[in-house]
């Protein structure tokens, strides 16, 4: 739906500066003194005010433009001050800002256990120092290995000890950025600890609607585990009707992410989507009635705010439920309403409580989706005309996943870095299986525990989960089914919304300057595709990675690199700090090997403990070679230290010149202790344990 008018959609233009003041707020927090932005926002809105009263006087019809640029002004300060406002590390009584040795605070989610591992965030409510309570505000993370802890849940209030340390940031290059992701989330610090060190101080104190919410999601949750077997068929049937996404395995969930599903297995817009189609339809009779359509509204929005409630108010839920309750009072009481510029209006509403949603994924995922179904799906629509009724409804649903994905696929390739090529196939395959599931399920839950009708339920579910499940197995395993180490940086990946807007508006406008301007930013786009891709063909690098308590070493020859570790090519580590790097560098020839292992390629020779790279030469200093001696210095660029090589430091020196002395992150705390003791020169030494992994480019 395009607006004929600027009047119709003002939140759409609106929530434009809005959100330039969050984006500029998240990155320039620290360049202006909020009390600036503060006296600034006063004077443009006193300057506002006082054009209106005088609007006459001051001939302001002469400029309205002025009008506009102050509202605009006001609200890129309105977006800039509220993220100001809502960091809990600006605040001066955060915890982390006062010395304590114990810290009081209540658990404000649903602690979920993993491999023996307690994990959940709490607010600090006080902290403790010699005897002396101080009231405190933040959240900390909280990993515990203890048995006993398996019994917390929402609202506990305990006592801990005051040992947290900061959230660590990514050492690896590509690395997922684990610290901004808890920082967007107001998390700054965390704390593990094994054993029993906490105490309990009072039991469900928290929201007591939010406590019987998520007591009642498990109650739910034990109800499905009861008469559904198979345990991936469970966990896709809690993940989709209630959001407990805890049973969920790596398998199930990548082969819906390969396939363009995985949408699915989010409880959102979708879910509350089919919820509200089977509400209108049931509850159609009542328009007739003379108070039948706000009877009918109010029961909507209620029976959605309830689903909301059994999922424990997920935030992908609310976002929908808020979404679909301002467009069921729309069209109750009016006969037109422009759906976009509802779907600002949420958008505007959520961002204003917390604008840190800006910065979560799926939050940009749904209102992208969302906004590009409302604007392109009719013009996708209006390609083809079908008089089969069959056809017809086929290709309306191939115009939904067509506009939904080509919308979301900039995005989600600057954030996931693939794309699923069957994407349609997988989508229209899923609407059947995936409404029975939903409406089933609702069913299977809302009825009580009657032994045939839930067995029977229970059945229906698990058959059908099964059935979809094997078939995006079966797509994800489709020759070429996924096109991935896509990465894009900020610039690429707006050229591509640019080129996707302006040929869907030249569709459906005509006019040809959208066309040119889709060619030109096409263009543009194709040259620095082009020269990223050259340049990486012309890199020669070798990096020193940070694996924690494992090795890892990359050289890399254009497209071609050796991975000398400790890990396998399957290990959880390798994927998640060793493959990301690989796929940035755009590397298609990988050979792994130990670091026992001899190589000889054209760019890589490595015999023993020594390595040739180019024309760099790199010495694995372990316990095999600690104790050789030379009767001239060893001349090396790079001296590599790993596995824990005890023995007097200040004989390096004496049989090796190097140019910078690696200590491996694998070595122990007390082998660091030890080496550090040497006095090296600060220039050629270096520590890549809780450092950034160093990469040397050797062209």
Known sequence: MIANHKGE??????????????????????FIVPSILIILLIAFSITFITLNIGYKRFNIYKIRWIGGALISLILILVGWISVANHSELNRNNHFSKTPSQFLVMRINNEPVIKKSLLRFTGTVEETINKGTKIASSGTLLVTLKDSLAQSLSYGDEILLPSNYSPVDPPFNPAEFNYKNYLADQNIYYQSFFF?????????DSGNPVVAYA????????????????????????????????????NDILQAYSQTGTVYVLTVSGSQVAIIYLLLTYLLSFLRHHKYGKVFRALLII???????????FSPAVCRAVLVVSMIVIGRTYNQYINTLNILAFSAFVLLLYNPLFITEVGFQLAYIAVAGLIIFRPIAYGWFNFKNKFADRLWSI???????????????????????????????LVIIPAAIIMYTGIL???????????QYLGWILEKTILIMNRALTAIQHFPIAIINKIWLNTAEYLLLYAIIISLFYFLYDRKVWLLRLSLICFLLLSLNLSYDRISSLQTNSIAFLNLRSHTGIVMRRGNNAIVLSDLGDTDKNYRYSVQPYLDSCKINIVSVCNLKQDINTPFVLKKSNLIQFENKRVVLFDRSIKNYRFDDKLRTDYLYITGNPYIDFSNINKNYT??????????????????????????????????????????
Do not use: C
Request: charged share 10%.
């Open 444 to 454: 299977y839950l809302l009825l009580p525990q009657i032994t045939f009708v839930s």
């Open 398 to 428: 191939s115009a939904v996943s067509i506009s939904a994905q080509l919308v979301t696929f900039p995005l989600s390739a600057f954030y996931f870095h693939q794309f699923p090529v069957y994407f349609l196939v997988s989508n229209v």
């Open 658 to 699: 190097y140019q910078k002395l690696l200590i491996s992150a694998s070595n122990s705390d007390r082998f660091l202790s030890e080496i550090r003791q040497i006095k090296w020169p600060a220039a050629n030494f270096m520590v890549l344990k809780r450092n950034k992994a160093l990469v040397a480019v050797s062209n």
């Open 302 to 312: 209620g029976i959605l705010g309830y689903y909301a409630l059994l999922t424990g």
């Open 214 to 249: 998520l007591k009642l999601r498990q109650q739910l949750i034990r109800k499905l585990r009861a008469n559904i077997h198979d345990p991936n068929a469970f966990a896709v049937a809690s993940t989709m009707l209630l959001g407990y996404r805890a049973d969920l395995s």
């Open 9 to 30: 959609v003002p939140f759409v233009i609106l929530i434009i500066p809005f959100l330039l003041g969050l984006t500029l707020s998240l990155n320039y927090a620290g």
């Open 195 to 203: 054993g029993h060190h906490f105490v309990l101080l009072a039991h």
